[in-house]
């Protein structure tokens, strides 16, 4: 079962496309009511990807958030490999905006 939401995954194939004539739009998805996914070209060979989560919790990486939320992320990672994006091995929590948790990696671009 795919619980990665269909506009998600158009969104990281246009990012792919993009990539491949230079121009990768940015992505802003909702993945769910409580967790978002941006990101955004660095320029520099990679991407910032950052998660924004609203929760109660705060662990230091993003899939300890529990198994739903690795479920998702898994697949993320997986469709970015699609397009030989490497993901890294953990989203890290960075800080706290407006009571959303944000948690952020750099993507390696091919």
């Given at each position: 079962m795919?619980?990665?939401?269909?506009?998600?995954?158009?969104?990281?194939?246009?990012?792919?496309?993009?990539?491949?004539?230079?121009?990768?739009?940015?992505?802003?998805?909702?993945?769910?009511?409580?967790?978002?996914?941006?990101?955004?070209?660095?320029?520099?060979?990679?991407?910032?990807?950052?998660?924004?989560?609203?929760?109660?919790?705060?662990?230091?990486?993003?899939?300890?958030?529990?198994s739903?939320?690795?479920?998702?992320?898994?697949?993320?990672?997986?469709?970015?490999?699609a397009?030989?994006?490497?993901?890294?091995?953990?989203?890290?929590?960075?800080?706290?905006?407006?009571?959303?948790?944000?948690?952020?990696?750099?993507?390696?671009?091919?």
């Amino acid at each position: 079962m795919n619980h990665v939401p269909d506009a998600t995954l158009d969104a990281i194939d246009e990012f792919g496309e993009g990539l491949l004539v230079g121009t990768p739009p940015p992505i802003t998805e909702r993945l769910r009511s409580d967790l978002r996914l941006v990101v955004r070209r660095a320029g520099d060979g990679t991407a910032r990807c950052r998660f924004e989560m609203e929760h109660t919790q705060r662990p230091p990486t993003l899939r300890e958030q529990g198994s739903f939320v690795t479920t998702v992320v898994d697949g993320i990672d997986s469709s970015f490999r699609a397009w030989g994006i490497e993901p890294p091995d953990a989203y890290r929590y960075t800080e706290t905006v407006d009571g959303s948790h944000h948690y952020e990696g750099r993507l390696s671009l091919p």
